[in-house]
């Protein structure tokens, strides 16, 4: 059975000036199910369960859940625990910053545009250094980041 549900937008903030004739807008959601339940009813439950879905869905498809190739149980439980722990970590940090655009980003976005950056490996004097460009790509975003590992 299909349910749909339409609810009404709170009107936008951003409108300083009133309309002559505002429109309603609307988000539109629609489920797909067996239960014998109310289209709101099987909105709250599926709406729930959708956190959920995503949380699995990066956690197998951006962090590497899904290649465990390992054919031993033990070893495959470690990755899985360390993996688990890293995209954990990772989402930790991005929802303690103060910043509303780091606390959106899928652990994907945060390895491109944060921990991909472009640098140039130099070596002298039996050391390896990185040279990184002075201006970030996302300069707010990575001080943000930063500030995350700084003492209190």
């Known amino acids: 059975m299909f349910v749909a549900v ?23 959601f629609c489920d797909v199910t067996t239960e014998p339940l109310s289209p709101w009813q099987a909105h709250r439950t599926y709406g729930q369960r959708a956190t959920s879905e995503t949380w699995i869905e990066e956690a197998k498809n951006q962090t590497g859940l899904a290649q465990l190739k390992t054919n031993r149980f033990l070893a495959n439980a470690a990755l899985f625990q360390c993996a688990v722990l890293a995209y954990n970590t990772l989402r930790w940090m991005a929802l303690l910053s103060a910043n509303a655009t780091l606390k959106r980003w899928e652990p994907r976005t ?29 300069p707010k975003v990575w001080e943000d980041w930063l500030a995350l590992s700084q003492p209190l």
């Open 110 to 138: 945060v390895r491109t545009f944060l921990i991909r950056v472009a640098g140039k490996l130099l070596g002298g004097a039996n050391q390896l250094r990185i040279k990184l460009p002075r201006q970030h790509l996302h």
């Open 6 to 28: 339409r609810c009404r937008k709170a009107p936008a903030a951003d409108h300083a000036q009133g309309e002559l004739l505002p429109l309603a807008q609307y988000d539109y």
